[in-house]
């Protein structure tokens, strides 16, 4: 596959900025840990499928585990290495018994470039139990218009990438039954974030 970026992609992305951009703004100013209300973020979120190295992968998957979504690409420059180092420090905080009723995923905002064996490689070296997930740009684009991910390519001439992805730093933490429990900012420390996986998990 040639990696261009091209109009009809970029469109796309675009389009999808567009379209979230009101939703990420409303996000960006909720709670991130709501209490006393089992789905504090009605609307927001559901179920996807998308492909992984080892095969397809659904959110329905990981029914009675905290999942935490963080959305990004492997040619990040800043955010996703940061946010994931973060992450991997957290869930290295876990015993065995925490560890095995959370599950990372790591969402593609890239999937011309992002394969599934690339976004596995990428993934396993913040933590082993996180998986990198991708898809096509229309599966992309729907689950993050499902998720208020705000995102947009942007061309880069003279660069080898040729383009990045500019996006949203948000973690979505969700709980055992899949609604959104939780937000947590991009930037927040390792403590912060461990004590909102803590909290949700005990709910």
């Known amino acids: 596959m040639t990696l261009r970026w091209g109009a009809r992609t970029g469109l796309a992305l675009l389009l ?5 951009q009101k939703v990420f703004a409303e996000v960006l100013w909720l709670d991130p840990l709501p209490a006393g209300n089992e789905h504090p973020y009605p609307g927001l ?7 992984s190295a080892t095969g397809a992968a659904s959110l329905s998957d990981y029914q009675g585990k905290v999942v935490l979504l963080f959305f990004g690409y492997t040619f990040c420059p800043d955010i996703c290495p940061t946010t994931l180092t973060v992450l991997g420090q957290v869930l290295r905080t876990l015993d065995a018994d925490q560890l095995d009723h959370v599950q990372l995923l ?3 905002l890239d999937p011309e470039r992002d ?3 690339r976004m596995a490689d990428y993934s396993a070296f913040f933590h082993p139990t996180i998986r990198g997930l991708t898809g096509t740009v229309a599966q992309i684009a ?14 880069a001439p003279g660069s080898a990438l040729e383009y990045s992805v500019d996006h949203s730093g948000v973690i979505y933490v969700l709980g055992r039954g899949g609604d959104i429990s939780a937000l947590i900012q991009h930037g927040s420390s390792a403590d912060e974030v461990s004590r909102t996986i803590r909290a949700v998990l005990v709910r």
């Not at 979120?45 to 492909?51: E, K």
């Open 16 to 20: 999808v900025a567009v379209l979230t």
């Open 106 to 108: 790591f969402i593609s």
């Open 115 to 117: 394969l599934p064996q």
């Open 142 to 155: 729907q689950v993050a218009k499902q998720y208020g991910v705000l995102y947009q390519a942007v061309p």
């Open 45 to 51: 979120g559901g179920n996807f499928t998308l492909d």
